[in-house]
């Protein structure tokens, strides 16, 4: 069983950034998957963010393409999310993510809270 807790978000104003992070009980980068981060906006259905393919390789959503940046701390078994720019559409609950392909299961964060206001 894989647990992940959030943490790092926040309220700040438009153009200030922030970094989330993502810690995974056990090491989640042995687990042959997807590892990234969701958003789910007030009122809308969940989004992709960013993720570490299967390969290794990222994937962006169209919208945080160019301001936000994945990365990982194998050491600490950390999914990182560099957010800079920060837009109120940027707004949301941030979820991390990790998908175990051989095992079939999906595991999910808490959440973490994101308010880019002025």
């Known amino acids: 069983q894989v647990q992940l807790v959030e943490s790092g978000g926040g309220l700040v104003q438009p153009g200030e950034s922030l970094r989330l992070s993502c810690a995974g009980t056990?090491?989640?980068?042995?687990?042959?998957?997807?590892k990234g981060w969701y958003r789910q906006p007030p009122g809308k259905q969940r989004e992709l963010v960013a993720l570490?393919?299967?390969?290794?390789?990222?994937t962006y959503g169209d919208s945080v393409k160019g301001r936000f940046t994945i990365s990982r701390d194998n050491a600490r078994s950390t999914v990182n999310l560099q957010m800079n720019n920060l837009k109120p559409e940027d707004t949301a609950v941030y979820y991390c993510?990790?998908?175990?392909?051989?095992?079939?299961?999906?595991?999910w964060g808490q959440g973490t809270q994101v308010t880019v206001s002025s």
């Open positions: 993510n990790v998908v175990d392909l051989p095992a079939g299961r999906t595991y």
């Open positions: 056990g090491s989640i980068f042995s687990i042959r998957g997807t």
């Open positions: 570490f393919t299967v390969g290794g390789t990222t």
